[in-house]
């Protein structure tokens, strides 16, 4: 079920490198939504936090978003596409049933030594994306790792339903994840992972796959959008996340104080604030920006993880502490000295 990764013994750390992010010009305010569904700007402020949320256009696709979020972490680790070894793309809403999306974005970027792959994590994806190139990288079998998230959740949005269309946001984030001397930076210390596929029903989106072929008539219409048991979702998550940070704590020997910032998966403030609460986290350290991009899943904590870089809430040597939660159920956790 869990799957916990400190490897102290390799000679070699897994760093991030560089991040990058993109996120399509077209907002979606509460105002908006207003005229769409009954909901009110007060309602969405008090409940989620979120205020805008950004919608890709009919060019702007999942592989296109996590392409320039792709070439910009790139661009902030100093490499060129080439120097590549794997693309880890983690998304719910892919380019295609197949190819891997993270195909469509090595043939983008024209990272040719690149192998590519997704993984389906829902909103823990980055996460889960980050410990496997954590492997990869610890084993010494490779120096520069891409992970993505991205996602295009508007194109399953059911912009009918008040209690989910407020929430979701379109977007991607990346990140280099590189090979260093131990001796010399630490870098990734610590992540862990866990799934319980048994709570399948609180949060997925049925159609089109090997259950519900897109040949066959749907029992309900509407399965062609993400169904979100909210309520239920909110006290796991509250519950989850606040267990994974005393993990990672203890497991790394670090206290609240010792971190410099916690990123978590942006899904409502609420959440975030009543975890925070919980934990003692001081203001300052606990990122938010699900203000102005609402829950975009995979894409959610690798967008954070890169605002809170370029605008140096995140320096070098600090400690991030990243933690998701999301359908599956997943969820998981990187500690990062940055
Ligand atoms: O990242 C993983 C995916 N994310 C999630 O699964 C989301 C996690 N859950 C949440 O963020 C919150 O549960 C929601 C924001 C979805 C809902 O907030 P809540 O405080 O749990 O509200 P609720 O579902 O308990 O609904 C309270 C009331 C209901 O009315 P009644 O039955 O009390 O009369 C809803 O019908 O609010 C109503 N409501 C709304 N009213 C205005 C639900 N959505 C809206 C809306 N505008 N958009």
Redesign the pocket.
């Known amino acids: 079920m869990s799957n916990n990764e400190m490897d102290s013994n390799s000679p070699y750390s897994a760093v991030v490198a560089g991040t990058g992010s993109c996120l399509p010009e077209k907002l979606l305010t509460n105002e908006e939504l207003t005229k769409i569904?009954?909901?009110?700007d007060e309602?969405?402020v008090t409940?989620?936090g979120i205020k805008t949320r950004h919608i890709a256009s009919p060019q702007e696709t999942t592989a296109t978003l996590a392409a320039e979020a792709a070439k910009r972490a790139i661009a902030s680790a100093g490499i060129s596409a080439e120097d590549i070894d794997m693309i880890v793309l983690a998304t719910i809403t892919p380019e295609m049933v197949f190819p891997s999306t993270a195909c469509f974005v090595q043939d983008i970027i024209g990272a040719k030594n690149a192998w590519a792959f997704d993984i389906s994590a829902?909103?823990s994806g980055f996460v889960y994306a980050v410990s496997i190139a954590q492997q990869f990288i610890q084993s010494g079998k490779y120096n520069n790792i891409l992970v993505i998230g991205a996602e295009t959740l508007s194109k399953i949005t059911d912009y009918k339903d008040?209690?989910?269309c407020?929430?979701f946001g379109d977007g991607a984030g990346a990140a280099i994840i590189q090979k260093a001397d131990a001796k010399k930076a630490k870098g990734i210390i610590y992540s862990t992972s866990v799934s319980d596929g048994s709570g399948w029903e609180?949060?997925n989106c049925p159609a089109y796959g090997s259950r519900y072929p897109a040949d066959k008539p749907l029992e309900d219409a509407n399965g062609i959008y993400m169904q979100?048991?909210?309520?239920e979702?909110?006290q796991l998550?509250v519950r989850r996340i606040v267990e994974m940070v005393n993990e990672c704590l203890e497991k790394c020997s670090l206290s609240i104080e010792d971190v410099s910032l916690f990123i978590p998966?942006q899904?409502?403030a609420?959440?975030i604030e009543s975890v925070a609460k919980r934990l003692k986290f001081a203001d300052e350290q606990v990122f938010m920006n699900i203000e102005k991009f609402g829950?975009t899943?995979a894409a959610s904590i690798p967008i954070a993880l890169d605002e809170a870089v370029r605008t140096n809430r995140l320096k070098r040597g600090d400690i991030a502490l990243l933690v998701a939660?999301?359908?599956g159920l997943t969820w998981g956790a990187n500690v990062i000295e940055y």
């Not at 569904?37 to 009110?40: A, L, Q």
């Not at 979100?228 to 309520?231: E, K, S």
């Open positions: 569904v009954d909901t009110s309602w969405i409940r989620t829902a909103c008040r209690g989910s407020i929430l609180s949060l979100i048991n909210g309520r979702i909110y998550a998966h899904m409502n609420r959440i829950n899943s939660f999301g359908g």
